[in-house]
């Protein structure tokens, strides 16, 4: 699996329909990086689009643990994608310097993995800005 843009992976579930299911994400085994942080986000309203930033060194795995969530992003090449988890045994890596915007439906519970603590000197947030720094 290429870790350098971003992808969608599917989990594998132990389980079954009459006892549910679980899922396991475990640094080495199927998350490419030591996880240093965890966050979660809810109720966000539907018409709302959050994200719009970059990170210039943070890699994700980011899972819809319910609901639906769509990921509008461009990579540093400028690759434009769409992706949507719609399904808890979902994750997408987003690898640095992809910028993201984020829609969620209403019962969305969007579940992050990463791999740095939180450094607000790591975002890009002016997408002019991202466009230029990856710019060759
Ligand atoms: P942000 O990453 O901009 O969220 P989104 O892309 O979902 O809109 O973060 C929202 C706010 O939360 C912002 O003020 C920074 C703060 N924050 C932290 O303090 N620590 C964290 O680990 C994260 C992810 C955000």
């Known amino acids: 699996m290429e870790y350098n843009k971003?992808?969608?992976?599917?989990?594998?579930?132990?389980?079954?329909?009459?006892?549910?299911?679980i899922t396991i994400a475990e640094t080495q085994k199927n998350i490419p990086f030591e996880i240093?942080?965890?966050?979660?986000?809810?109720?966000?309203?539907?018409?709302?689009?959050?994200?719009?930033?970059a990170h210039r060194a943070l890699?994700?795995?980011?899972?819809?643990v319910s609901g639906t969530i769509t990921f509008n992003?461009?990579?540093?090449?400028?690759?434009?994608?769409v992706f949507t988890l719609d399904h808890p045994s979902k994750g997408l890596y987003i690898p640095k310097l992809v910028w993201r915007d984020i829609q969620f439906s209403h019962n969305a519970v969007l579940l992050c993995l990463a791999s740095e603590v939180y450094d607000?000197?790591?975002y890009f947030r002016d997408y002019e800005e991202f466009k230029k720094t990856t710019a060759k």
């Open 6 to 21: 971003p992808h969608i992976i599917t989990f594998d579930k132990i389980g079954s329909s009459h006892l549910g299911y």
């Open 36 to 53: 240093k942080r965890v966050y979660w986000t809810y109720y966000t309203p539907h018409d709302v689009t959050r994200g719009g930033h």
């Open 59 to 64: 890699q994700q795995f980011i899972f819809a």
């Open 73 to 81: 992003t461009e990579d540093k090449d400028g690759r434009k994608e």
């Open 120 to 122: 607000e000197a790591d």
